[in-house]
Structures are given as structure tokens and as C-alpha cells.
T-cell receptor, first 114, second 117 residues
Framework: AQTVTQSQPEMSVQEAETVTLSCTYDTSESDYYLFWYKQPPSRQMILVIRQEAYKQQNATENRFSVNFQKAAKSFSLKISDSQLGDAAMYFCAYRPYNTDKLIFGTGTRLQVFP | GAVVSQHPSWVICKSGTSVKIECRSLDFQATTMFWYRQFPKQSLMLMATSNEGSKATYEQGVEKDKFLINHASLTLSTLTVTSAHPEDSSFYIC?????????????FGPGTRLTVL
């Protein structure tokens, strides 16, 4: 069964600094999608970034970028120039290519200090 | 674009009663909607997948007779918690996938907090 592991329950970063959140997953599939979602205190899940496994190029969305290592089954999220509004729970999610189901990790709570 | 709403945002009910939660895609049509449950400080657990015009597909361990799902249109899915008990208290979140979204992204609603007394 596919699983997603986020080994950092909590992380903290100073405002304007860079932080990296880890995510590993287990699958025997070669085609799949990976996502990072943000859940702020409002509980609204917001898509941060998405990566297709067949693409070697790492996805980037403004201050958010990923380090996708397919062989290592690793999908880390880097947040540059951290802002107070980045404070939230971050969930890594895996989606097999042939289904619509998302499998979520346990989440990492990010605190941003001024 | 791609806004999903849920109603109500918070509901308190007595044990034994039924509660209906609505999930609407406001600016797009959704062929597929998903219902998740999230316990405090935990991750999202998929309960069921709802396709417009057909029966929902429930995940293992989810009682389909207790959690009734209806997806009557391309913009509305409902989750009814029947004969609710305190252990059903949780945060319920829906998501929707756009018919025309080539990226197959799930857009999430703001969630509904259910408290059963």
C-alpha cells in the first residue's frame, strides 16, 4: 500500500529565512502525482505546489519550490523568504496516476517567528 | 476561481439525530467530489468518493449506511451523518475536482465542524 511519511511534526523558521519540509513516500508505481497542501488556522486546505512524477524538473511556485528525488521517493518543500502568513500545517500528498484519491501524510506544523 | 463552499461551517446536534452537510463547487462543475474526516491534530482521512449521478464509493471501514452521500448535480454533494453519536464528532472536509481542469487538482472546502452531544 502506498504511504506518505512526514517525519517532522513541527518546524520553525525566522521571518525572511528559508525552511525545508521533508516528505517521503512509498509506492511501486512509476507514474503518480505529488502535492503539498497548506492548512492555516482557518482549516481551509490550499494547494501550494504540484509535481508530476514523469517530469524531472522540480516544480516552483513563487517562494515555494520542491526537491523531487524520484529514486529516493523524496519530495521536500522549500519555502524561501518565509513570511508570517506561511505559518500553518503543511501536508504532503500522493496520488496514483490511475485514481483520483489523495493519500496524505501526517503533516508538519510550521511556525514563523518575526 | 475553483472555489468550494461547505454549509454549515459548524453544527451541534444531539445524539441520535441526523445532520446534513452540503458541499458546493461555486464556479466550476465537479464530476467527482471527496469527503474527508479530520480528527484534531491529525491528517485527513478519505471517507468516500462521490461521482455525479452514481453511488458513492466508500473507503474500507466507513459505514455507508451511517454516512450517506448524495451527488445529485455537478455542483452539489451532500453528506448526511445518520443517528449521530459523540464519536462522530469531527471536522469534515469536502473537495471537488473540476470537469475541465487538466491538472486534476482537488479544491477543498473550508470544512464543517460537527459536535455531537
Amino acid at each position: 500500500a502506498q504511504t506518505v511519511t512526514q517525519s517532522q511534526p513541527e518546524m520553525s523558521v525566522q521571518e525572511a529565512e528559508t525552511v525545508t519540509l521533508s516528505c517521503t513516500y512509498d509506492t511501486s508505481e512509476s507514474d503518480y502525482y505529488l502535492f503539498w497542501y497548506k492548512q492555516p488556522p482557518s482549516r481551509q486546505m490550499i494547494l501550494v505546489i504540484r509535481q508530476e512524477a514523469y517530469k524531472q524538473q522540480n516544480a516552483t511556485e513563487n517562494r515555494f519550490s520542491v526537491n523531487f528525488q524520484k529514486a529516493a521517493k523524496s519530495f521536500s518543500l522549500k519555502i524561501s523568504d518565509s513570511q508570517l502568513g506561511d505559518a500553518a500545517m503543511y501536508f504532503c500528498a500522493y496520488r496514483p496516476y490511475n485514481t483520483d484519491k489523495l493519500i496524505f501524510g501526517t503533516g508538519t506544523r510550521l511556525q514563523v517567528f518575526p | 476561481g475553483a472555489v468550494v463552499s461547505q454549509h454549515p461551517s459548524w453544527v451541534i446536534c444531539k445524539s441520535g439525530t441526523s445532520v446534513k452537510i452540503e458541499c458546493r463547487s461555486l464556479d466550476f462543475q465537479a464530476t467527482t467530489m471527496f469527503w474527508y474526516r479530520q480528527f484534531p491534530k491529525q491528517s485527513l482521512m478519505l471517507m468516500a468518493t462521490s461521482n455525479e449521478g452514481s453511488k458513492a464509493t466508500y473507503e474500507q471501514g466507513v459505514e455507508k449506511d451511517k454516512f450517506l452521500i448524495n451527488h445529485a448535480s455537478l455542483t452539489l454533494s451532500t453528506l448526511t451523518v445518520t443517528s449521530a453519536h459523540p464519536e462522530d464528532s469531527s471536522f469534515y472536509i469536502c473537495s471537488a475536482m473540476s470537469v475541465r481542469d487538466s491538472k486534476d487538482t482537488q479544491y477543498f472546502g473550508p470544512g464543517t465542524r460537527l459536535t455531537v452531544l
